[in-house]
């Protein structure tokens, strides 16, 4: 597409819609150059199904947040491979959101061992999951860039792409994700404004995908029904630890060490948010099960 690179034009009103049979190389040109793309019938009817079977259960027993950017009447659910790892597996793997990650993310780069000059390519890794269940009377979320969790700078080449599946349909009224058509073309000094965002309405199956650079937020709930989604996050493979200490190191070693060394093994929620699980600082996890763990009140987010 000869506009990709060009940012979105400012009377942007109403964001692209695709189908799965759309080209790669068309859904990959809209985000870049407008930032997001919804695909609709995203997954497949029986996958929709079972994601809201498994799902719901344990959205009913989270607990709330009490920081006003994840929502005072909003609950969030996290691990969700380990709730229901057949149909998140069709979630990540859907052609389009897979495709484009790889294409947008996984960017050659060189390096020089001696005399040698080696190409190399990033992997890219599932960073984040969240089940998302928007209670009327919540308002809106403060607009952000996810790629924020990395302290990333702008403008630069994207380290994320993510996704927002409707598990129950987006509109304006009950919540919709606001977002700011273009503004992964931003430098870091321009603040958003919810004046420039525009909802991502769609039916149930569909899903936003934009690159972490955009700006956007939850919506506000006016209606009387919950708004359910989930959220899965793509990221640059080389953002992690060189050795993978959670694997090297038991659970059981761990709660042995003093705190200091639990920390610095990554049992450490980093500013404003890396590291988490089911939100929260994972050194609970070391007295706390999983499960007491997401059914907790949430604590302020290290964000705001």
Not at 80 to 103: D, K, N, T, Y
Not at 121 to 138: E, H, K, L
Not at 154 to 175: D, I, V, Y
Request: proline share 9%; aromatic share 6%; net charge negative.
């Amino acid at each position: 597409m000869t506009t990709q690179q060009q940012p979105a034009p400012a009377e942007l009103t109403r964001l692209t819609h695709v189908t799965p049979a759309a080209a790669l190389d068309d859904v990959v040109g809209i985000l870049e150059r407008d930032g997001a793309v919804i695909v609709e019938d995203f997954v497949d009817a029986g996958t929709l199904a079972a994601l809201r079977a498994d799902l719901r259960p344990g959205l009913e027993t989270a607990g709330y947040s009490e920081s006003g950017y994840d929502g005072q009447k909003t609950k969030r659910l996290s691990s969700l491979f380990q709730r229901s790892p057949g149909p998140m597996s069709s979630v990540v793997l859907q052609p389009q959101f897979l495709g484009a990650a790889r294409r947008l993310l996984q960017q050659p780069t060189h390096m020089w061992i001696g005399k040698v000059r080696m190409e190399v390519t990033p992997s890219i890794q599932v960073s984040f999951t969240q089940a998302i269940r928007i209670d009327p009377g919540q308002g809106r979320q403060p607009l952000h860039r996810d790629d924020a969790m990395h302290l990333w700078r702008h403008p630069g080449p994207p380290c994320r792409l993510q996704l927002m599946l409707a598990l129950t349909e987006f509109t304006r009224e009950n919540g919709a994700t606001l977002v700011i058509p273009g503004s992964h073309h931003w430098d870091d000094e321009r603040a958003p404004a919810y004046a420039e965002t525009v909802p991502a309405v769609m039916p149930a199956g569909s899903a936003l995908l934009w690159p972490g650079a955009v700006y956007h937020g939850g919506g506000a709930n006016t209606t009387d029904t919950p708004r359910y989604s989930l959220s899965v996050a793509l990221d640059l493979g080389n953002l992690r630890q060189e050795e993978n200490q959670y694997l090297a190191v038991s659970r059981e070693t761990v709660q042995t060490l003093p705190e200091e060394v639990q920390r610095l093994l990554g049992w450490e929620r980093c500013p404003p948010g890396l590291g988490q699980v089911e939100t929260q600082d994972p050194m609970l996890l070391l007295e706390l099960t999983q499960q007491e763990l997401s059914s907790r009140p949430r604590g302020a987010n290290p964000l705001m």
